[in-house]
């Protein structure tokens, strides 16, 4: 069996093992697909490309990537482990950011499959230079691998796995991403635009493809739903989004029926939200989270 490995600029692998775990064991597996959270992520990336990308696209990448998912995730292992000296948990981390390309996308994808979904497209429009797409492909590609071995290291073998994002605390009237998309996400921002798009749960767990059918760990979905709600976490069960084919979750949890949970936090229950700037997610915030998503998939 292939054991997933770190890759610079590709993805991060950590593995937090209990005192009493065995060597070998499968645990849960945390993937962070929108891991690429720090301006330095952005910046490395954006630097090496050749199309002409929208002026000050790091906009984009500020209010929509997945803020305080990785220190979530890690959180929820902390938490796991010294509950449970025998838990093992992996985290794999994402490091690209998905504002060139999505790593939770499946890149051959149909454009009206996207809009379908009510998601973003795996590579946006604005990369169009060919040797763009070739480094951006050829990263994605290295995650996908070691994505695809760290679900056989967890659920081939028995265990679990959540797939964990973080999303922004409304959604706002952004219906296409092209050249103009930090241009129109200003415009949306304006405060009294703003304060007219509807607020998203505070958690939301995607368990149902858009025919209906849930591939969850459903003792996992009750038992987080159940431990968020008791911490004052006002959390749902696919209000925003379902688990549509044009992801890599939607795939994973298919190859695995009844071992995954894929599942967004609303960012400001993780952070001061702020539009188009860096955020730091709030230690405070983010371990009474962390925990109680522990302990519901302890249940």
């Known amino acids: 069996m292939n054991h997933p490995i770190s890759i610079p600029h590709v993805c991060t692998v950590r593995r937090i093992v209990g005192d009493r775990a065995a060597p070998d064991a499968p645990g849960l597996l945390i993937e962070v697909p929108h891991g690429a959270t720090e301006a330095a992520h952005y910046f490395e990336l954006a630097a090496q490309m050749r199309s002409n990308l929208p002026e000050n696209l790091e906009r984009f990448f500020f209010v929509n990537t997945d803020v305080g998912s990785p220190e979530c995730a890690e959180a929820i292992a902390r938490s796991m482990v010294a509950a449970d000296p025998t838990a093992t948990v992996t985290i794999l981390r994402c490091l690209i950011p998905r504002t060139l390309i999505d790593c939770n996308r499946i890149i051959d994808a149909d454009p009206a499959r996207y809009a379908e979904g009510g998601v973003t497209p795996g590579i946006a429009p604005y ?27 967890a659920c081939g073998r028995g265990g679990r796995a959540v797939m964990l994002h973080t999303y922004a605390p409304k959604t706002v009237g952004i219906t296409q991403i092209d050249r103009d998309i930090v241009r129109n996400l200003a415009a949306v921002y304006v405060p009294d635009v703003y304060a007219t798009w509807p607020l998203r749960p505070e958690a939301d767990l995607l368990t149902a493809t858009p025919e209906g059918a849930d591939l969850s760990d459903r003792a996992a979905v009750e038992g987080i739903l159940a431990a968020l709600r008791a911490a004052g976490v006002a ?26 949970v894929c599942m967004e936090v609303r960012r400001d229950m993780l952070v001061d939200f702020v539009p188009f700037v860096p955020l730091s997610p709030d230690p405070g915030r983010v371990a009474p989270i962390g925990a109680a998503i522990a302990a519901g998939l302890r249940c």
């Open 127 to 153: 990369v169009d230079h060919p040797e763009d797409r070739s480094l951006l492909l050829a990263r994605y590609s290295a995650y996908q691998t070691q994505a695809a071995a760290a679900f056989a290291q």
């Open 235 to 260: 959390a749902g069960e696919g209000k925003t989004y379902p688990l549509h084919p044009v992801t890599t979750a939607y795939h994973h949890a298919a190859r695995y029926p009844g071992q995954t």
